[in-house]
């Protein structure tokens, strides 16, 4: 067994993406995503640790996955086309875990963070891969060490045993139909992409206002939030500021930028997210419908959005690029709220 050095408590705040797995909320850091994928065809691995469940050809390179479950100890559950693959990088390699559901991507304080021992008796044996807990509000969000994610992966052997039920029968429940989306997605991955490596290429979170898609520079952007359900109203405030509600023990402005945009937000308010962005003292956040996806995008395939469908936007747009057949418009968003006219003194709040 690889022995790893002692994990330390952190020192500074840090981004996690949260996600759901069979009724628990997990975290990973945000500095270890590499990308979010929707769940694909694997192929059958061999001298691999059974929790081990396929591996997929990812942009040229073998991506193993990992099941959290079988990682656990514990006894799988069947896959739905639903599912989610998060590809984390640790020491130069990467790995795909498969979770039910991305959430959010979350800013975390030291004080929130506590060391654990609820996994090191069950993990001993593979390696405990959560050493710390986070408290968030009256919920515990157990984090996912990705460096102990791969160490199993190093030590892979013959003679392991392959995993108790295999990934085809995991899926044995799905429709045709669905199955093919599966392979579909395999196949759509397959292809090199220079854009995860190359150092001009632009990491987006796509996000969804009313029936738009749009690119967001992932650096602008504090967190992602659920939509707070209970706001206060601002007096004597323009149509786009929706609100204020206490974050973190400051002030969050909301503010509707589908307004500025000529379009219109068709979530409910318990399924609308929220763009936080900080600089400095300027603390605002963002109504939109949805987070789609964390994607890398090459700036030689961004064009002009003169001449585009989107050109009506053009004044808060950096540019177009496709994805997956759609047609994303790369959204300055601090732009936008940062406008003077936008913001707000917090002293009428």
């Known amino acids: 067994m690889q022995v790893r050095e002692q994990v330390t408590q952190p020192t500074e705040a840090f981004q996690v993406l949260l996600f759901e797995h069979d009724a628990a909320t997990y975290a990973v850091k945000a500095a270890a995503v590499v990308e979010i994928l929707w769940l694909t065809e694997l192929a059958p691995v061999v001298e691999m640790p059974p929790y081990v469940v396929g591996a997929m050809n990812y942009r040229g390179h073998t991506l193993p996955v990992v099941d959290l479950l079988q990682r656990f100890g514990r006894e799988s559950r069947p896959y739905e086309v639903t599912d989610q693959l998060v590809v984390i990088e640790s020491r130069s390699r990467l790995v795909g875990v498969i979770v039910q559901r991305v959430q959010d991507i979350i800013h975390v304080q030291p004080n929130d963070v506590h060391e654990t021992e609820a996994f090191a008796s069950a993990g001993a044996e593979r390696g405990q891969i959560i050493t710390h807990s986070i408290n968030r509000g009256r919920m515990v ?73 749009f690119g967001i520079d992932v650096m602008t952007v504090d967190q992602f939030i659920r ?52 600089r400095g003292e300027f603390l605002v956040g963002a109504l939109i419908d949805d987070v789609m996806d964390v994607v890398f995008v090459e700036q030689s395939d961004v064009r002009d959005v003169e001449g585009s469908v989107l050109a009506a936007n053009h004044g808060f747009l950096r540019g177009v690029a496709e994805h997956s057949g759609r047609l994303v418009g790369i959204l300055d968003l601090l732009g936008i709220v940062m406008q003077d006219e936008w913001i707000v003194d917090e002293r009428v709040i």
């Open 141 to 213: 969000v157990m984090l996912l060490d990705h460096d102990a994610v791969m160490d199993g992966l190093d030590t892979a052997r013959p003679g392991l045993a392959a995993p108790s039920v295999s990934f085809s029968a995991r899926l044995d429940h799905l429709p045709v139909a669905q199955r093919e989306t599966l392979q579909t997605r395999a196949s759509s991955l397959a292809a090199p992409s220079a854009a995860e490596t190359d150092e001009d290429s632009l990491a987006l979170a796509l996000i969804r206002i009313g029936d738009d898609w």
């Open 227 to 278: 939509r707070p359900a209970v706001t206060t109203p601002v007096p004597c405030s323009p149509p786009h500021v929706f609100g204020a509600s206490n974050f973190e023990g400051d002030v969050l402005t909301l503010v509707d930028v589908s307004t500025a945009l000529d379009s219109t937000l068709t979530g409910t308010s318990e399924d609308s997210r929220v763009v936080v962005i900080r």
